[in-house]
């Protein structure tokens, strides 16, 4: 009986796991740290935005933890921003965080973004939410440094989703948006947890049935 706990626990912990793990590569942008783009990511940047990778040591708020980050930004009528595409699920409900701060110059505006994919590449949908917004603080109130803060954006992805394209972003704002430590996890759809529950009462039956017989 201590055994068929012991399996029953280690499939329910295996779930739990993969709905915690991080679906991201390089989520905190560290790997390489000397280029442009880290690792598992790529840039965007239009009418001469930025997307860095950079660690600014010498700025004590330029810097979540001491690491690198990428660094996204623009003027007016330009933007700049990092992605990353990752396999998707239809049904399932995805969560995405990230730390995000701004520096105190003009009007910094920053999105965290999910966006549902088919398997030819079109969007099915899309989620977001602002990070650093200067509407928070009233929209005349320029050069207003905006403190590392943790951010959180779910969505459940669409019928046909094969992949979710995950993307931080400084659109349409004056400055520079900070980005680091991003994770995206996944709650698995009901026919995954249903395929968990259906593999417990089979073992459970068998061990059952195995244990009459020898009776």
């Not at 009986?1 to 709905?19: F, H, Q």
């Not at 010498?58 to 330009?78: E, K």
């Not at 509407?135 to 979710?164: C, E, F, K, M, R």
């Amino acid at each position: 009986m201590k055994k068929v706990v012991v399996v029953c626990l280690a499939m329910i912990g295996l779930t739990v796991s993969l709905a915690r793990a991080n679906l991201l590569v390089n989520g905190d942008f560290n790997n390489p740290s000397s280029v442009a783009a880290a690792i598992g990511w790529s840039t965007w940047s239009y009418g001469g935005g930025w997307a860095n990778h950079q660690n600014n040591t010498a700025d004590p708020l330029d810097g979540v933890d001491g690491t690198y980050y990428m660094a996204n930004g623009g003027g007016s009528g330009a933007g700049g921003g990092v992605y990353q595409v990752v396999p998707g699920t239809a049904g399932s409900t995805y969560t995405l965080t990230v730390d995000s701060g701004a520096q105190a110059w003009w009007l910094p505006y920053g999105e965290m973004r999910m966006f549902f994919l088919d398997a030819g590449n079109s969007q099915l949908s899309e989620s977001f939410q602002p990070t650093v917004d200067p509407a928070v603080y009233g929209n005349n109130n320029y050069d207003i440094a905006h403190p590392w803060s943790n951010y959180t954006l779910t969505a459940v992805a669409p019928a046909n989703t094969t992949q979710v394209k995950v993307e931080f972003a400084e659109p349409n704002g004056t400055g520079t948006v900070w980005f680091d430590n991003a994770v995206l996890t996944v709650v698995p759809e009901p026919s995954s947890l249903a395929l968990v529950a259906g593999s417990l009462v089979a073992f459970l039956g068998y061990r059952s049935r195995r244990g009459h017989r020898r009776g």
